[in-house]
Structures are given as C-alpha cells and as structure tokens.
C-alpha cells in the first residue's frame, strides 16, 4: 500500500515505481492517483497499465519508462542536486501536497528548508514598467523580512524583480521545463544565486524544453506551494491572470497592486480587484491578510474514493464513447446520459486518458483528443 | 404651517420668513428644521427665537435680518440670476432635498432644469498629475454623455478638468461662498462657461467669502445632490477623503479610481478601495452601480417628531449645562446622566446653540464651544 499522503517516506523501490508511473505517457498527477488508489499501489498499476490503455483503444502500445530508465533519472537528478521528493516528505510544500493535482514526485533542488516554509507568491509582466519593477521589488524585500519565503516563475520583469530582492532571505524558483533547461537561459546564473540560499521545484523530468503550454501548468504549482498571489503588474488576457485565477480556484488569497485605468500594464490587476482580489499598496497589506489563514490547519482534501469498475461490457464501453465529441462534456452529463454506473463510466475514462484519446478540463469536463 | 419638505412652493411671505430664519445667527438646517418642526412655521420661531437665545445664555442679543434685510438679499440674489429654491421646489436637487442637513434655501444659478438631473459628482486633488487630469476629463465626458450631470466644486486640478470635460451635457458648480464670491478668484469664467447649460448652487448670502471650515460643508452638497461620488485622485487626509467619507455617511456610492502605489497622489484613492470604495476604470463602471439606484424611489427620511419641552426649569438646566464641556459628549449619555426627559435635554441644547454656546459633532456628539 503506497496511497499518496498516508506514508511519510517512500522506499527506494516505491520511489522507482512511482517515477515510472508518473513518467508513463498519458498519466499526468490525477490519473496517478486514480490508478494507485484503484490498485492500491503504483506497482499494481504499472502492470495493469498496458491493458487498460489497450482496452482504451490506444493505436499503438503506451510508453511506459523501465526501472533502469527510472533508476537512471533519479541518478541523474541526483548529481544536478536534484531530490524527486513525494507529497508529505521532508521537503515538499506543504500547501502544494494537498492538492488533487499535486506532482507525486517533485524536484526540489537548493536548500530543501526553503521550500518548506510559509510562501507568497510574486508575478506579473516580462514587461513591466519601472516602477513595477521596484514595486515588486520592495514588496519582496519586505515580505522576506517579515520570513515569508517569495515564489516565482524565474522569468523577465516581474518575477526577475522579485527573485532578487528576495535572495538573502531564500526564494522559490518554480520552473516550466526540467532542471536543467532553464528558461529564459540568460537567467542561468540569477538560479545559481537563487540556489544558495534558496530552492528551486520541477514536475518535469531533465531535459524537458519548456513550451508554451507548460507555463500555465507550471503556474498551479507557484499559487499552490504559496499563501497567497501577488500580481504586480499584468495587462489583459496575460499569463498572471492565469495564476491568479488557478490561485483562487485552490483557495489562495489573490492579491492585486494597483494603478492607473490608463496604464495597459494595469488593466489586469485592476481587473482583478473589481473581480474580488484584494488591493495591496504594501506588504503589511498581505501579511495581515495571511497571518489569519498561517495559523489554520491546511485543508486536507478527502481522498477521492471513487471505485472503477472491473472490465466494462464492449456495448457499455461503445455507448460512452459514442457520446463523446470533441466538445467538452460534464461527467456527471455523460453518467446520466448513458445510464451505464459512474464506477463504469470512470473506468472507460481513464482507459481513455491512458490511450491518449481523452482531454480532461477544468470542472469536470471531458472531452475527445 | 410650512413644515420641510410637505409644501411644493413656498408663498413669497414664507421665503422672506425662511430666509431670515436660516440667516439668523447660530441657526443652521438642522436647528432651522428642529425650530420650524416644533414651532409649526419660521415666522413663529422667529417670533421666539430671542427668548430661546436668552435663556441659553447669549452673552449679547442675537443677530436676527429684518424682513427688509431678507428682501434686500432676495432682490440682490434675482439681479445676479440666483433663485433662493426650498426643498421640494423646481431646481432644487432632488436627492439633497431628502437630506436631514439639506439648506431650507439654496441659491441656484443658471438652467435649472439641469439640478434636477441625475448627478455624479467628481472630486480630486487641486494639484493632479497630467494622468489624473486627463482621466477625470474622460471620465466626466464620457458620464455626461451618457445622461449624467457631473457635479463639483469648481476648484484647480481635478474639479476644473471634469467641469471643462462636460460643459455641453450641463455641470453643476458647487459653492463654498456667496454666487459672487467665486473662489477661486481665476475661475470666474469658468463658471460663466457653465452657466451657458449648466447650473451654481450655494447656501451661502452674497457676499460670503469662503473660509477653510466652509469647503467641508459645502462638500456634503456634492455628495449630497449626487447619485455617487468618484474620487479621481487624492493625497491622505485631503479634502477629497472628506467629501468620500460624507458621501458614504448619506448613503451615496463612493468611487476612486486606482493609481500606483508609488504615486502619494493615489494613496487615498487606494485607501478608499481598501475601504471598501468601488474600483472604477471607467465611466462604464460608474454607470452600472448606478443604474439600479435610480430606478430606486429616493430614500425619504422619517421627519423627526423630537417634541421640545414648554420651559426647563432652572436646576434642569443648570444640571445638564454642568455635564457638558468642551469634550464631545453624546446626546443620549446626557439624556441618561441628566436624568432629565428626552424633550428638556434637547430643549436646553437648542437654546444654547442659538446663543452660540455649542458646538453639533457628527454621530450625536455634542460639546460646549
């Protein structure tokens, strides 16, 4: 039995066994955790994996990684400075653990400490202006002097501004790609300093080049390793927006600076405040706001007991997928429509998923690849 | 009887009596509507104003106009096109007519049909930035077309940007003293641009040069006359906060516009969003709050039935003289710590306030001057 967030160390052949799990094709954090809820255990899944993406209707057979190739990754890791550390283990955020799509196996590089600590986070424009610039600077600096620890996304402007000022203190540099594919590359040497006193996270293995949709992905874990957001400075429709809007949906504190409605850099944050964010004009502003919420036990989420079925009927199997389109479609929609049991339902989903031919969006919806 | 608020016009006899009842000296809206109330008319309180002020105590006969006086002022205000209009009255603003403070004569000049419009008013710092500037007078164009009348007080900076902004759809010029007694003194012309289709308003006699404490009282008419009141920028503790928190006090809708948190010109501006003001980015904004309060029938006040007593006795008066002093003391603790009824205690206090011996506090505080 290895079900995430009960033990708290994994053995080295559970760690072997998650890393393939993780790092087999089409298995992203909810899928993993489906599966090892389902079968108890990441090595239980990893043998009924290859059937349950046959079944899906996988044109061609999943790639899964072997152990050498998990044992190798973690060798790897290892000599970059780099722990794959699960939910729960020393190391991890502890907001980040609770979540429903938490990575299973982070990794941390850096003083482990830092990531452990309580965290705000700082975002908002590669271009931002001057005075942005120095805003999340001294924000930064205030913030990791009252001991919060400042996440980040290592990019230009914003992120950049507040990394630095807040290196003595320990910061977060959460990364798109793997460790050892920095992006923006000029920001190589802005990590080693981080790395000093700080930390940087990873859910991606080594040498994943970061594209354009791992940013949003990778912005779930900035907002949910921390207290709370900041957003700087962020125009319309901007990446910021983004990590605030995953930041409220995982419950975080969203917090917006300021400034003029004819300022375009603005448009975002003061969008933001008229949605409901809280205007910040200091750093007294969010940990008055935080210090509340540091003192409450997390919100553990209720572990998802939602059983699979054993092996549905070809005729059931056929009528769900019938029903599916590539327009998204609510679960409990398809559960009602097809009359088949949701245990079913799931089951055939998740075949699915693991064959490549499922897209799961926000909200329970699903649709067809 | 010519109870507030119940007679649509007043007889040109009972504008002569109302006119020298609010000049008279130590008689403010509030005591005028408690006086007429009790008394049943102004000429009746006029007729016992000298006996009240003698038994609060006046140290010398209290300054009363003659009828001719009040006939001067009426004839002077008609030759310079200002009308002296009573609550109720055609060109009297609707929304401050309601208000328990509302002038029982208020001097308009100009189209008068335009105080009777929907209003916003637009408030700020004399010495704005060009971005502040420049917004108010997006801000007060893009209201006025939309309908709105756009209220302010005809001061340097942010009030003369949304006057100028809206000259063609009717502004209203809010004054502190006397129609002609225009501060500031350079603005004469800009008034006489807003008198073309658009209005002035003051409660103040010819001749009354504003003084630092008038500017606060003539504030609660801008937000007093107006469906709500925008803040485009202001410093901490300006006059522009002043005219939000009174606006907030009558139940108006307050509004600022956000700057940055560098810029001490945005600081109260932030500081009122923090206070639970209404970002607004633009006139977009401000109409939508808006819209459903005017489909709302204004709030109309319950008249307030305080009965006065015949006559305190002596070592009634003297024992609720005794508990008052120069530190604010609340009308229901002296009620209680007198032990004297409810319609002496206000008795004694309206005598004392016509020979100018206290001082009416915001909240029902009162104190001895």
């Given amino acids: 039995m290895d079900a995430i967030n009960q033990n708290p160390t994994l053995?080295?052949?559970?760690?072997?066994?998650?890393?393939?799990?993780?790092?087999?094709?089409?298995?992203?954090?909810?899928?993993?955790?489906?599966?090892?809820?389902?079968?108890g255990s990441a090595r239980a899944a990893l043998e009924r994996l290859p059937e349950l993406a046959r079944r899906g209707g996988g044109s061609r057979s999943q790639r899964i990684p072997s152990e050498d190739d998990a044992r190798r990754e973690l060798e790897a890791s290892s000599r970059l400075g780099v722990?794959?550390?699960?939910?729960?283990?020393?190391?991890?955020?502890?907001?980040?653990?609770?979540?429903?799509?938490?990575?299973?196996?982070?990794?941390?590089?850096?003083?482990r400490d830092v990531s452990m600590r309580p965290m705000i986070a700082i975002v908002g424009s590669r271009n931002a202006s001057g005075a942005g610039l120095k805003f999340a600077g001294l924000l930064a600096r205030d913030l990791a002097d009252a001991g919060f620890v400042i996440a980040s996304g290592l990019a230009r402007g914003i992120d950049q501004a507040a990394h630095?000022?807040?290196?003595?203190?320990?910061?977060?540099?959460?990364?798109?790609?793997?460790?050892?594919?920095?992006?923006p590359p000029e920001h190589a040497d802005l990590l080693d300093a981080i790395l000093e006193h700080g930390a940087s996270i990873s859910e991606m293995p080594l040498g994943h080049t970061p594209r354009a949709h791992d940013f949003p992905r990778r912005n779930r874990l900035i907002s949910g390793a921390s207290l709370g957001v900041i957003v700087v400075e962020a125009a319309l429709r901007s990446g910021s927006l983004i990590t605030a809007r995953l930041a409220a949906e995982q419950g975080r504190e969203v917090?917006?600076?300021?400034?003029?409605?004819?300022?375009?850099?603005?448009?975002?944050?003061?969008?933001?405040?008229?949605?409901?964010?809280?205007?910040?004009t200091q750093a007294s502003d969010v940990i008055q706001a935080v210090e509340p919420i540091m003192g409450r036990p997390m919100a553990l989420r209720e572990e998802d007991h939602e059983p699979l079925a054993p092996e549905p009927d070809m005729a059931e199997r056929a009528q769900i997928v019938g029903l599916l389109g590539p327009a998204?479609?609510?679960?409990?929609?398809?559960?009602?429509?097809?009359g088949a049991s949701?245990?079913?339902?799931?089951?055939?989903?998740?075949?699915?998923?693991?064959?490549?031919?499922?897209?799961?969006?926000?909200?329970?919806?699903?649709?067809?690849v």
Same sequence: chains 1, 2.
Avoid at 103 to 109: A, D, E, K, S
């Fill in 342 to 368: 949701p245990a079913v339902v799931r089951t055939v989903l998740l075949e699915l998923e693991l064959a490549g031919r499922l897209e799961r969006h926000g909200g329970g919806l699903v649709s067809l």
């Fill in 328 to 338: 998204p479609i609510l679960l409990d929609d398809l559960i009602r429509l097809s």
């Fill in 164 to 183: 630095r000022a807040s290196i003595k203190g320990g910061t977060l540099a959460v990364l798109a790609g793997g460790h050892d594919r920095i992006y």
């Fill in 11 to 39: 053995t080295d052949a559970q760690r072997i066994d998650w890393l393939r799990l993780i790092r087999a094709e089409n298995v992203g954090p909810r899928t993993f955790r489906s599966l090892v809820n389902h079968f």
């Fill in 83 to 111: 722990h794959l550390i699960a939910p729960g283990e020393d190391g991890y955020p502890p907001r980040l653990a609770v979540l429903e799509d938490a990575p299973p196996l982070l990794g941390v590089r850096g003083v």
């Fill in 255 to 280: 917090f917006a600076v300021p400034g003029s409605p004819l300022d375009p850099r603005a448009a975002g944050t003061n969008g933001l405040i008229k949605q409901g964010a809280t205007l910040i």
